[in-house]
Structures are given as C-alpha cells and as structure tokens.
C-alpha cells in the first residue's frame, strides 16, 4: 500500500511556480521520497529524490521538512507540458519497489 | 539511449481468451517491473524481476496470469483466460539494481476486453 497522501487536484497558472505537497507521516529512516509524474497516454516519468535534504536537479527542487513527514516538488516556472499526474512515493534505496499512490492531477491553465 | 520498448500498443479482445505483451527492457538494467493501470487509478505493481529471478509477484492473479523472463533481458506477461475487469493498461518498466532507483517506462499495451 501507498505510504503517502496527496490532493487529489491543483491548478496552476502558467509560468507560475506548482508547489506539490505530499505526506509521508511513517517514513522511516532509511526510506527517500521519490516523485514520478504521468503524462497522458505515457508511462511515468521520473522527476527527483531525496533522502533528507532539500534536491534540485533541472526538472524541479525537492523541499523536505526536517521531520521528513511531509515533502513539496516545486515546478519554478509551470508550462503547459507539465500539466499530468504527479506521485510521491516513499521508497526502500535499493528496494527497488515502486508503489504508486492515486497521485495528484495537476493542471497548467494558460 | 534506447528506452523500454513495449508490444503491442493496443490490444482487444473477448473474454476468456488469452493475451500476451511483451517487453524489451533498456539495456544493462536488472531490475524489470509490470504494473497494470486501470483507468484513473495509479499502477500497481504486478510482478518485479531481478535478472530472471521473481523478486515480489504478491499482487500477481496466479490463477490467471503469468510472467516469465527467461534470459534476464526480455519479458512477457500474459493472461489466460482474461475477464472485463483486466482491461487496463500494461505498463513495463525497468532500472539498474540498487545503486540507482530511478525507473525508465515504456509507453504501455492498453487491453481491452469485451
């Protein structure tokens, strides 16, 4: 079972930053946080992770709390193209198991 | 870098009869993965092999499908005898072992069965 809680929903402007929120209340130790996103008709795609600091990569920045129970991707400058289905997951390293959750619709209205 | 290629795209069929998909993992990857995404819903992960060994097949209908891969590279996923509730899309994925969990997916077989 998914270990994580997203909305369901967001809006988002274009050009405007989408800030993703997602809990993760029981993650232990030693488990990252992981976003993958899905395009529709496409498989998922996957964006960042993290362990306990805050990432950043060319896709997006991974913001997670000091207590590691709650995670936000923020998309700096929305397209468009990014408008999908984003999943945090929480995530064994080296476990190699990947359980989706239902994941949040996000739109990029223009 | 050639990603997860998939076959075939679409696929329908009657009830009860069988269907087969098949998967072509990117190259060096151990780990390949089956998820089943039914409409609006997110994947669930059907069966994970490590090479040609099952690592987790705990959400698996055995008593209608099956999985196999055989030479550690190549996989195919197949369903006998289907029912409505399998129409879905089958989507395959793959990565490294252990050192890097990011997983590269293929575009899916969306199934329907009528």
């Known amino acids: 079972d998914a270990k994580t809680t997203q909305p369901p929903s967001m809006d988002c402007a274009e050009g405007r930053a989408a800030n993703l929120p997602c809990n993760h209340s029981?993650?232990?130790?030693?488990?990252?946080v992981y976003w993958y996103r899905q395009i529709h008709s496409q498989g998922p795609q996957y964006i960042i992770h993290g362990l306990k600091n805050n990432e950043t990569n060319e896709m997006a920045s991974l913001i997670i709390t000091e207590d590691r129970k709650s995670s936000t991707l923020i998309l700096p400058h929305a397209t468009l193209r990014d408008t999908a289905v984003y999943y945090c997951?929480?995530?064994?390293?080296?476990?190699?198991?990947?359980?989706f959750g239902q994941g949040t619709r996000l739109t990029i209205n223009p | 870098e050639a990603g997860v290629a998939q076959s075939p795209r679409y696929k329908i069929i009657e009830k009860r009869q069988s269907v087969a998909f098949w998967c072509n993992p990117i190259s060096g990857h151990a780990t390949l993965y089956w998820y089943q995404q039914i409409l609006g819903q997110g994947p669930k992960l059907l069966i994970q092999f490590q090479n040609n060994g099952v690592v987790d097949d705990s959400q698996l209908p055995k008593d209608r499908f099956s999985a196999e891969r055989l030479k550690g590279v190549d996989s195919t996923l197949k369903i006998q005898p289907a029912k409505l509730e399998d129409s879905a899309v089958y989507l395959c994925a793959s990565s490294f072992w252990a050192m890097n969990t990011e997983a590269f997916f293929g575009q899916g077989t969306r199934l329907t069965v009528v």
């Open positions: 029981t993650i232990s130790g030693n488990e990252y």
């Open positions: 997951i929480v995530n064994i390293q080296g476990a190699q198991k990947l359980v």
